[in-house]
């Protein structure tokens, strides 16, 4: 099963230089049945970037958390795409994010497919993302804008041999 895991880059450069993502259990998100159910007219690809999005809205919530705690951390939001043996996945029941699963064992780096970045232009929106974050998820609708802004940000793909490039 294709699971998006949320990271940062300090965090990506822990999975770099210890070879797994870790420590467990994991939370990612996947394309689940409860997301099928929801999102019916959706093919894979459509429910897979669902999910994707998803996990880059975490992102920006560990970006917030990290922020608070007085990490400096670049505002990008970093997603790991990884390959994660189906009866290793358990499925939640939230109804806020469906494709929310859980891992219980740390993923190895041989299990990452790719990597997914905002591209250094999209920073100035991921900044107000990161400060509106928390009062979006809790309705507030000019936070939700401001996510919303970060979110009309693509993505870009790496694979896994450009980490050390793109951590440098």
């Known amino acids: 099963m294709r699971v998006y895991l949320p990271c940062t880059l300090p965090a990506l450069a822990r999975v770099a230089a210890t ?36 996990a880059a809205r975490a992102s920006l ?12 951390v670049a505002a990008r939001r970093v997603v790991i795409a990884a390959e994660v043996p189906d009866d290793v996945v358990t499925a939640g029941a939230d109804i806020e994010e469906r494709s929310r699963v859980r891992i219980p064992v740390p993923v190895a780096m041989s299990k990452v497919a790719a990597v997914h970045v905002d591209d ?49």
């Open 61 to 72: 919530r560990m970006l917030a958390a990290d922020r608070a705690d007085g990490v400096p």
């Open 120 to 168: 250094s232009q999209a920073v100035p929106d991921v900044e107000a993302a990161v400060a509106a974050v928390f009062a979006a998820d809790n309705g507030d609708d000019d936070a939700r804008f401001d996510v919303d802004g970060a979110e009309a940000h693509e993505l870009l793909w790496y694979a896994t041999q450009e980490i050390p490039d793109l951590l440098a």
């Open 19 to 54: 070879g797994e993502v870790g420590p467990a259990p994991l939370t990612g998100y996947a394309v689940t049945p409860a997301l099928v159910e929801w999102y019916v007219s959706g093919d894979t690809e459509e429910l897979e970037y669902v999910a994707l999005t998803d």
